[in-house]
């Protein structure tokens, strides 16, 4: 695993406001979103590939485009990026109501990615254990999914949590409303890491990659 790469505080055009929001302010906001996934649900319906694993790469691939969704913190509480981040994703045992939380390396290549995913899924669907595979690695951000319910708004509230800097992700089940398919979608983002322009840039950028699904295969 690459170490993180320190920020140069003396170029940084956002250390005012990492510095307000990580000192002086600390807060988290959360936006929910309904995404258009038409013609990703019908690719999907072609395709033998798996719809969550599409969405989890969906999400990692354009989280590694932007640095301030791969911010971390050093030891003495300076802000650095990842090289490149991994999704940890939650499957649930069905017998026991309980989820567990699963990663695995983020592969621009979605079929490489697919495989490896899909077989994690398999491998952990009975999981007992919180983290079968062990604690994940520290450049690892949180995808969840709730495919019982869509959802409008949903807010995660992180005791002491400001020192987290990673996204947090949560998929909602599909609702079909006026000939289209949508996805709830809810992003929890820390204010010293991305302000609002940045959360919409990356909503936009899924939108888009999901409107064009011939990666699906």
Known sequence: MENPV???????????????????VPCTYSMTVELDVTAFARALARSARKTYVAQVWALAT????????????TGDGAPAVWPAVHPAFT?????????????TAY????GSFHD???ALLAEHGRAVDFFPQGPPP????????????????FTLDIRDGWGHLAPIFTLGRYVERDDRVLLPL???????????????????ELQALLADPAWVG
Not at 107 to 110: I, L, M
Not at 139 to 152: C, H, I, K, R
């Open 62 to 73: 354009v989280v590694n485009r932007h640095e301030e969704f791969r911010m971390c913190l």
């Open 186 to 204: 809810a992003v929890q983002v820390h204010h010293a890491a991305a302000d609002g322009f940045h959360t919409a840039r990356l909503v936009n």
């Open 107 to 110: 592969d621009r290549d979605f």
């Open 138 to 153: 520290p450049n690892a951000f949180d995808v969840s999914s709730l495919p019982w319910a869509s959802f409008t708004g």
């Open 6 to 24: 320190p920020i140069d505080l003396d170029t940084w055009p956002r250390r005012q406001h990492f510095e307000h929001y990580r000192q002086a």
């Open 116 to 118: 490896a995913a899909a």
């Open 91 to 103: 499957v649930f045992n069905a017998q026991r109501e309980t989820f567990a939380c699963v990663w």
